[in-house]
């Protein structure tokens, strides 16, 4: 079987400034929804047999706590933000698996089903449905991969260490020297995407990095002594970084397998179906 984990908040967001804005009865905005229902619709239809999804019921996590310009839920539109318990109503009900994160990320829920799910001899495949480069880090071999729905691409281990030039163990040490300025934080300062995958495709983690730039005497990256002397001084903020960047793998997700095949939608489902088909756009 082929295993599919669905990012949830990333669908919601696409979908939002991809489809036109519809509103129900009521006049709430539920355009959004519509279109992530009829995406994972369409897998179903489409085959998927084994499918869960993660959301991020609340934007922040304990990593607001780890850094203070992590991200948060400012910002967001109020008819964006307001689908997100829409959206894991409407899939529960149609007889999906639903993780609504709090404590932790939608991302971490991904990365915690997956691991578990390779683990299982029945599982072929498992693809984390997103293009989010922090869920690289959980890609293994051709077992774990990382599918791009909408440009319809799978990126395995081999297609990590193409992109990012280092595996996908490395890709938390790696976020954290480049920095990620959607999730919030900076990186160190003059390491950038090339220096970063130079070094670390040579020392694979930060702590393994030397202070003396001359010891990286056989890694090709330019102004070796200011990044090393960076990095002497910074290291700390580096190793916070890469805890940041991390994925959670330990988090709950399901027991069996079994609990993500879709056996069709609930009992419940008609009466949301009818909401949304006749919501009118706008």
Known sequence: MIVHLIDGTFELYRHFYAV????????MEVGAVRGVLASIRGMVNGGATHVGVATDHVIESFRNQLWPGYKTGDGIEPALWAQFPLLEETLTAYGVLVWPMVEHEADDALGAAAMKAAR???VTQVRICTPDKDLSQCVQGTRIVQEDRLRRTIRDEAGVIAKFGVPPASIPDYLALVGDTSDGYPGLTGWGAKSASAVLARF??????????HAWDAVNVARAGALAATLKRDREQAMLFRQIATIRTDVPVFESVDELEYQGPTAAFAAIKDRLDAAKSV
């Open 20 to 27: 036109p804005s519809a509103h129900d009865r009521g006049g």
């Open 120 to 122: 299982d001899p029945r």
């Open 204 to 213: 694979g983690h930060i702590e393994a990095i030397p202070d003396d730039h």
